[in-house]
């Protein structure tokens, strides 16, 4: 295997250590991979048997070592999993692969000896929310209580947002309006951070062998009147606050859109969106204690620069 090999003289790969990721062809996974590489971990980076998506390309040429497997084999996941130091799952999905794939490759952790675990969690603080309020973190919670019976060391990173939502998908930032929308309290603070800086942090922590089972951090804590400075410093345009309702109304429409859509599949329903926003403004997922100091060459960005990329 590529992972066999080593440009520098003297050393074999055996003392560098084997992170086995899951999920690695995803936005968050194909970073988690750059980051551990760059951090001089040899990446045994699963793929779906037959997945020729160019990002399994990119892993290749990142330096990962590419590992075609099926996710539905306990045996060929235990396999792969020998030898590694940490297991990190960037999957993404709902229960069956947040539940049924995760806990496969939880049982061909344990079972290859590997000592330690990073589930595919990267959110706001699911742990003081209530089931039902959000459906994916639902899964998580489920996902976790499973994982804490097992015998390993498991760590989650909990980041809040990820600020790059900012810039389009998630419909806070209204840049053709000029305006910051919101539900309830413009002074309640929350967590953002960008896709980089989670899987940069990803990294670190899967090398690092000493985490604790939970590790929170923000690349910005901000109000919406936070956001709505940081629009206006990014764009040199004055941006204003447009506060829907309180966010009971939040809540209400979210119930609405729930019983007016069809069930699907989708993993991002707009009602999804809508519960991770209704958490947020109720600020009960508010991540703390932060752990941003942990890795302290990390440099954390602020959403000010995030929205300043925006085309
Ligand atoms: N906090 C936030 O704001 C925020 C925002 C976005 C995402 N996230 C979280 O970050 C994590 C990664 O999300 P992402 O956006 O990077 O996801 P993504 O781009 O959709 O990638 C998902 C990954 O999971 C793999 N996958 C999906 N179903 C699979 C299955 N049945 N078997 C094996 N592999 C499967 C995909 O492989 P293929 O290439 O084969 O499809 C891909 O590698 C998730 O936990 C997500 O909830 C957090």
């Avoid at 001089?40 to 990002?55: C, D, F, I, S, Y």
């Avoid at 980089?196 to 590790?215: G, Q």
């Avoid at 606050?241 to 966010?247: H, I, K, N, Q």
Wanted: hydrophobic content about 45%; some cysteine; charged content about 20%.
């Amino acid at each position: 295997m590529a992972e066999l090999r080593t440009n520098q003289p003297g050393t074999t790969a055996a003392e560098k250590p084997i992170i086995v990721l899951a999920g690695s062809t995803g936005d968050l996974g194909r970073l988690i991979a750059k980051y551990l590489l760059a951090r001089g971990a040899v990446v045994r980076a699963l793929v779906r048997k037959g997945n020729t998506k160019p990002e399994v390309q990119a892993l290749r040429e990142l330096g990962a070592s590419v590992v075609e497997v099926d996710f539905n084999s306990v045996i060929e996941l235990t396999q792969v999993c020998a030898g590694a130091v940490c297991v990190v799952s960037a999957l993404s999905g709902l229960r069956d692969v947040i539940f049924d794939t995760q806990k496969r490759l939880l049982d061909a952790a344990v079972v290859a000896g590997v000592p330690r675990f990073i589930p595919s969690d990267y959110s706001i603080d699911y742990t003081k929310l209530a089931n039902g309020s959000n459906r994916n973190l639902d899964l998580r919670r489920e996902f976790n209580q499973r994982l804490d019976q097992a015998p390993i060391t498991a760590t989650s990173v909990l980041n809040g947002m990820f600020t790059d939502l900012l810039t389009g998908q998630a419909p806070v930032v209204l840049f053709s309006l000029k305006r910051v929308m919101y539900y309830g309290d413009a002074d309640q603070p929350m967590d953002f951070t960008t896709t980089d800086n989670t899987a940069e942090f990803t990294a670190a922590a899967a090398l690092d062998p000493t985490t604790p089972r939970y590790l929170r951090v923000a690349g910005e804590v901000a109000t919406i009147r936070g956001v709505q400075k940081a629009a206006s410093e990014a764009t040199g345009q004055q941006f204003g606050l447009l506060r829907v309702g309180g966010v009971w109304v939040l809540g209400a429409m979210i119930k609405a859109t729930k019983a007016l859509m069809p069930p699907s599949d989708d993993v991002f329903p707009p009602w999804q969106g809508m519960q991770y926003m209704h958490n947020m403004f109720t600020g009960l997922p508010k991540l703390q204690p932060l752990d941003n100091a942990r890795y302290p060459d990390i440099r954390w960005t602020p959403i000010r620069e995030v929205l300043a990329t925006r085309k």
